[in-house]
C-alpha cells in the first residue's frame, strides 16, 4: 500500500473493492475505529494509521428485519448485526449464509466480500457481509 488514504468511509469501502477489511489504528492510545474516522474517538489524536483486521468476529447483538425497505424487500427476514473485530473494533453488517433462528450471540463470524455493485440510488460502493 504505497499510496497515503485518508481516513474516510470512502477509503474504507475502497479497501473492501480490494477484499481487505481496514480500521484506523490510533497511534497516540491504540484504539481502532472501524469504520475509520478521522479523529480517534478516544483520545481525540489525529495521529492515525491503516490496520488490515483479521476477517473473523465475535456477534455482540444483531436484529431479523421483516419489513425492509424496496432495495431488499426481496431478502427477508434477514439479520444485521455487530461483531466485534480484533482490538475490540466493532463492525456493523449484514449476516448471510444462515437462518436467523439459528444466530447466536458469541458465535464467531467472518467477513466476506461482495463485489456486485447495485445500479440505483442505492451507493455504488462494493458490500461486505458476515456469514458463519
Given amino acids: 500500500m504505497d499510496e497515503i488514504r485518508p481516513f474516510t468511509i470512502e477509503s474504507f469501502y ?3 473493492t480490494e477484499k481487505k477489511l481496514m480500521g484506523a489504528k490510533c497511534n497516540n492510545c491504540g484504539r481502532t475505529s472501524l469504520p475509520p474516522r478521522p479523529m480517534c474517538t478516544a483520545c481525540r489524536s ?3 494509521a491503516w490496520q488490515e483486521l483479521p476477517k473473523q468476529g ?19 427476514p434477514y439479520a444485521v448485526g455487530i461483531v466485534e473485530m480484533k482490538e475490540n473494533a466493532r463492525l456493523p453488517g449484514a ?8 444466530l447466536k450471540i458469541g ?3 467472518t467477513v466476506a466480500f461482495d463485489q456486485e455493485m447495485v445500479v440505483e440510488k442505492w451507493p455504488q460502493w462494493p458490500r461486505y457481509y458476515f456469514k458463519p
Fill in 14 to 16: 475502497s479497501f473492501v
Fill in 46 to 48: 489525529t495521529d492515525l
Fill in 58 to 76: 465475535t456477534l455482540l447483538t444483531y436484529t431479523v428485519i421483516h419489513v425492509a425497505p424496496d432495495r431488499f424487500s426481496d431478502s427477508t
Fill in 95 to 102: 449476516i448471510r449464509s444462515i437462518d436467523p433462528k439459528d
Fill in 107 to 109: 458465535m464467531q463470524l
